[in-house]
């Protein structure tokens, strides 16, 4: 987050400075800031140092002026070598994110401890997390806890989440629940939904605080109400049993249906036992046994066996003996005790031949539940998506690179490795840079980033995707190229202009060099139609890809992942291979 010093110059308090910020952004258009940059530029030059922190602002946003990084990177230290806490925060903002220097967490720190001394509490918050995952100091818990309580102190939501779980960790501090309470609670008001969360946590445990059901509710729904799946969870058990709340069927089915229309196999099946249950609202058989196949045929065993009664008995289904000895079966290989009785029961009323035909049908549910089918379930799915596109893992426990745009107002995502398809959570976005990131749960192959922090034109490059799948289909497709430009668009900094052929559906792929290690992000190509009407001509194979470096800075402010990166790769033996199976389809239901 880059300041303005001429709108914070009377630094009287945080949320006065989020306000100004606020209306800063929605009244500068361009043509605004085309008219200050000349008075900006005229002021910082004369060695103004609100305004030269201003300038670099100017140019790291690109307002009024083409974007340049590296002059961002000038102009803030000329006002933080003046002793500006601002333009200190904001080039130390810079080397922490390699961006128009190169990536330099020592000197993030410089700058950082700068602004800190200042009482700035963006940069006490930021060198309290370098502190707590010893990037560019040696680790130290302490220290960070020092720096989160300067920021927490000043009001600063996310330091006083992170002050909070420092004390409820023991990390750094002793383990203090009424502090961690305190801290959370701070926060939370101020509508962090972690907070908001762990608060719930707290009070639902009764740590910190005495136990109350009814304010673990307040807080879980809260934090549930902006979108947090582990609350909207735990809000249905609350309903279900009275915990905190009158007991309220209709809104643990509310808030069972947000975690299962998103396939959560546990949801699932909950909400499949809702519908059976004469407490429900309109007890619907049908629809409980709807929920509990989409629950057993994801392989979850308790809805298997469900299935199982549920035929044997015949309620919102015909009864078929057969059916139930499959779903039955189907629990019981995975040591259901229930399945395993249902089955050896139905053994006594089925002939042979109808026990042979049920294993066989078993075999290939099984199968299907190992291998989804990409037939006519996955092209209705295709036609009713509302766009897809390329994503690629970079951690071994399912954390997915893809494009903003890739999944801009889906209201599921999911994403497709491999013959297995699987129920994918925004964890990060990042529309200025057109980046997102995915978590899936699993074990799987995964890229690395390069260790260089740039290509080189000329390089020669490759990515793998999956173009119009509609049209082109479902397989994964390789193309190759080269690094035509260190920029992009109108020399846009943050890309490369490549020669890599892609097409609608290759957005968010990894562009990697010859070893498989990850260069940068697929994002656009440049539009044919818009090219001849503004130069009479066609452009010949002209794409781009978000510099890798943009994605590297989005996942340090997530420091539990950076442990998880994998070391480049040194051979190319297998990349084709090797990115291949890394490589991931990407599918955006609105």
Not at 243 to 257: F, I, P, R, S
Not at 472 to 485: D, L, M, W, Y
């Amino acid at each position: 987050m880059i300041f303005n010093t001429k709108l914070f110059k009377e630094r009287v308090g945080l949320m006065k400075r989020l306000l100004i910020l606020i209306l800063f952004v929605l009244f500068c258009s361009s043509s605004v800031f085309g008219g200050e940059f000349e008075d900006t530029l005229k002021s910082a030059e004369q060695g103004n140092v609100f305004a030269q922190n201003d300038l670099g602002v100017l140019y790291y946003e690109g307002k009024g002026v083409s974007q340049d990084y590296k002059k961002a990177v000038y102009w803030f230290t000329k006002s933080a070598d003046q002793g500006d806490d601002l333009a200190q925060f904001n080039l130390g903002f810079m080397y922490r994110n390699g961006e128009g220097v190169p990536q330099d967490y020592k000197q993030a720190v410089y700058w950082y401890k700068k602004s800190s001394a200042q009482g700035n509490v963006s940069a006490q918050s930021d060198l309290g997390s370098m502190y707590d995952t010893g990037k560019g100091v040696t680790q130290d818990t302490k220290k960070a806890v020092y720096w989160y309580t300067k920021a927490a102190k000043q009001g600063y939501a996310l330091a006083q989440f992170n002050l909070g779980f420092m004390y409820t960790q023991d990390k750094g501090v002793l383990q203090d629940y009424k502090k961690a309470v305190y801290w959370y609670t701070k926060s939370a008001k101020q509508g962090y939904s972690e907070a908001q969360y762990a608060l719930g946590l707290m009070y639902g445990n009764g740590k910190g605080v005495t136990q109350d059901y009814k304010k673990a509710v307040y807080w879980y729904t809260k934090s549930a109400e902006q979108g947090y799946s582990e609350a909207q969870d735990i809000l249905f058990s609350m309903y279900f049993n009275g915990e905190g709340v009158t007991q309220d069927y209709k809104q643990a089915v509310y808030w069972l249906k947000k975690s299962a229309d998103q396939g959560d196999d546990l949801a699932q099946f909950n909400l499949g036992f809702m519908y059976s249950q004469d407490k429900v609202v309109t007890q619907d058989y049908k629809q409980s046994v709807y929920w509990y196949t989409k629950s057993a045929k994801q392989g979850y065993s308790d809805a298997q066996y469900m299935l199982g009664l549920i035929y044997v008995i015949g309620k919102g289904v015909p009864q078929n003996y057969k059916l139930a000895y499959v779903w039955a079966n189907l629990a019981a290989s995975q040591g259901n005790k229930e399945g395993i009785d249902i089955r050896d029961t139905l053994v006594k009323k089925l002939t042979p031949q109808q026990i042979s035909e049920a294993q066989e049908l078993t075999s290939k549910i099984q199968y299907k539940i190992d291998n989804p089918t990409k037939s006519q379930e996955q092209q209705s799915s295709i036609s009713k998506i509302n766009g897809s596109g390329t994503g690629f893992i970079i951690t071994r426990d399912g954390y997915i690179l893809t494009c903003h745009h890739v999944i801009k107002d889906a209201n599921q995502i999911k994403i497709t490795v491999g013959e297995n398809r699987y129920s994918a959570k925004l964890v990060r976005d990042d529309p200025n840079n057109d980046l997102a990131l995915l978590k899936i749960n699993g074990s799987f192959p995964a890229l690395a980033f390069s260790q260089k922090r740039s290509a080189k034109m000329g390089q020669e490059v490759f990515t793998i995707g999956y173009p119009n799948p509609s049209l082109q289909g479902i397989n994964a497709k390789f193309t190759k190229g080269t690094i035509n430009s260190l920029t992009g668009f109108q020399d846009d900094l943050r890309l490369y202009q490549i020669s890599v052929p892609v097409q609608p559906g290759n957005s968010g792929g990894a562009l990697v060099d010859e070893n498989g290690n990850i260069l940068g992000v697929i994002v656009a190509m440049l539009s044919a139609k818009a090219t001849f009407n503004i130069s009479g001509s066609l452009p010949q194979n002209v794409n781009y890809a978000v510099k890798s470096t943009y994605a590297q800075a989005m996942l340090d402010t997530m420091p539990e992942i950076g442990d998880k990166l994998l070391d480049p790769s040194r051979s190319k033996a297998y990349a084709i291979d090797r990115v291949k199976k890394s490589t991931v389809m990407v599918l955006n239901y609105r």
